[in-house]
């Protein structure tokens, strides 16, 4: 059912970096240290000290512009973005205001209702990706036993890619695989781990909604926009997405109540939080603006030039980008389809070389397609292991594929139960559970046993004879079952050659 309005969602995208040092001093960036045990007089804002430049933090903030397509400034500087709060001890944050390192580029993601049928592409674009240096952490005492609030600065100067998209996300899907898309290419190109349990990826979502026909003024003839909200809290992608639906339903409901009189440009723009629990909204303050901030140039740090030779090294660190995989992967020799490629891709780049190896050796690129997915994901979920971990090598899986090719699926089962569990190969485990390959089955030996599945089931030749086709399967289970790992299309071709004369 479609809605009585346009969702409209901007999404500001924090991301720490893959870096073993701050962004401007030598401190460990390193996760789960004791609380205040990664700081110096940097981090803590003392009198007296000077920022360093991380360079390497710099390389990997290229590299991810890059990969969004981004416009790269050959000349940058860094600026004081002024607020007051208790996890940033300076009482300024070290960031960039009017000349980030980068800027209009996109991302493309799968913007199709059901992306298992269908791949339709739309780009969002990127606004700018800049970097900055992170907060620190208050944690609070949620208990109940008292009202202590604690401050952890481990977290303070870590280098952050901070990439502000364009409002061009229209629902709750398009975010999710906004996100995805963004967190997959990322970690491939080695630039974040994203992890948002552990705060290394952090996402703000800017709401709001367009009203066909209502009065107010807005974006476009015959549109009215409502104000602009901010969510923050978002802790998941799946709360990235109920967020948005609410608020949008939320802002949709203000407007109902009196159309008429609704005040579309004189409500101020807001920030909101996003209760996990009670999966509402709640208005925290009105947003600020960049005067509210009092931007400066930084005063301690030299502008940044980013030279050719390191624009082609960002490049060349980059490798093959998700995208890319994907767009291969449905061309000869692969030829899959788009759903196919991007289950492939997006278990990562070692998931797609052992495809690659694994179809190399066996030839059917759509069958290998399947049965990593239905036999080696599933146990790599099971396990939580990564495909590099997994003790089923490719050139094990393609002689596993080569020799159960023509077995049922529950023998196929099996026999990749038993060489996880036992660390054998497809030939042990075949032999251990009785399975047998194509190659161990003599023709002659296979029309005897579809003659004898044939005496034995004399109701089902009777039915079969009446026009009940569908009762030659239970005569062909017969011999199956009789012959595990027989070739069907054999014993098929047997079965409809002696029904014939029966």
Known sequence: MALPYQIVVGLEVHVQLLTKSKLFCGCS???????????????????????????????????????????????????????????????????QYDLPFSSEGWLEINAAADPKKEYKPKRIGIIRAHLEEDAGKNLHDE???????????????????????????????????????LRLMLREIGVSDCEMQEGSLRCDANVNIHIPEAS???????????????????????????????????????????????????????????????????VQRHKEEAADYRYFPEPDLVPVVVSERELAAAQGAMGELPAQQRKRLQEPPYSLSAYDAGVLTAKGRKMVTYYEQVTNAVGDAKQVSNRLSDLVMGALNERKEEIDQFPITAPKFAAFMKATATANQQ?????????????????????????????????????KAVLDAIAANPQAVDDFRKGKTAAANRIKGHVMKANKGAPNDVVQKLLDEELAKA
């Open 29 to 95: 960036t390193k996760f789960g240290a004791p609380p205040n045990s990664q700081v110096c007089p940097v981090c803590l804002g003392m009198p007296g000290v000077l920022p360093v430049m991380n360079r390497h933090a710099f390389e990997l903030a290229l590299r991810a512009a890059l990969a969004l397509n981004c416009q790269i400034a050959s000349f940058t500087k860094w600026d004081r973005k002024n607020y007051y709060y208790p996890d940033l001890p300076k009482n300024y944050q070290i960031s």
């Open 216 to 282: 107010g003024g807005g974006n476009a003839p015959g549109y009215a926009a409502t104000p602009l909200v901010e969510v923050k809290n978002l802790n998941s992608f799946g709360s990235v997405g109920r967020a948005i639906a609410y608020e949008a339903e939320r802002q949709y409901g203000e407007f109902k109540k009196d159309p008429k009189n609704y005040r579309f440009n004189k409500i101020p723009k807001t920030t909101a939080g996003w209760d996990v629990d009670k999966g509402v909204t709640v």
């Open 411 to 447: 023998d196929r089962r099996d026999v990749f139960k038993h060489m996880l569990e036992h660390g054998s190969d497809a030939a042990a485990a075949m032999t251990a559970l009785g399975v047998k390959s194509a190659s161990d089955f003599d023709e002659g030996a296979l029309r």
């Open 143 to 181: 208990s109940g036993r008292g009202g202590d609030s604690r401050i952890d600065l481990n977290r303070t100067g870590t280098p952050l890619l901070e990439i502000v998209s364009k409002p061009e996300i229209n629902s709750p899907e398009e975010a999710k695989a906004y996100l995805e898309e």
